[in-house]
């Protein structure tokens, strides 16, 4: 099922909105914002277990938004939108702690691939919380 709350943050209107359009038609607690920082505030508020975050945006780029959010919660799965697609550095990725690159434009196909992909990542993270909890 779709249990996920789902945060979108990239200053595009027209990415903002189809990725929010297609998550919500699916089920999904989608909330989007236009800018970095109201993204980051947001978060601060409330629980998302999953954020999709533009790369290249005005006020914070995409890393530095990926560090905050990681600072306030490792666990959270970010998936960097891009229009630079393969072109992102994989060590760079690895350095902000970015856990799935989607490329612009995008496919609804290999939305749900990547979120699918997401909330494998989520269950892991939950699954050693979980182990880490039993075993002390």
């Not at 490329?103 to 990542?121: G, T």
């Amino acid at each position: 099922g779709a249990t996920e709350n789902i945060l979108i943050i990239d200053d595009e209107p027209a990415i903002r909105e189809l990725l929010c359009d297609i998550l919500q038609s699916r089920g999904y607690k989608a909330v989007a914002v236009d800018d970095s920082l109201k993204g980051v505030e947001l978060f601060e508020k409330e629980e998302f277990d999953i954020v999709f975050t533009d790369l290249s945006m005005p006020e914070m780029s995409g890393w530095e938004v990926t560090d905050r959010l990681k600072s306030l919660n490792p666990e959270v799965v970010i998936v960097m939108v891009t229009g630079w697609g393969t072109q992102v550095d994989s060590r760079k990725l690895k350095a902000h702690s970015v856990d799935l690159l989607m490329a612009k434009p995008f496919e609804v196909k290999k939305l749900f691939e990547i979120l699918n992909d997401a909330q494998k990542i989520k269950k892991k993270r939950e699954e050693k919380k979980l182990e880490k909890v039993m075993s002390s």
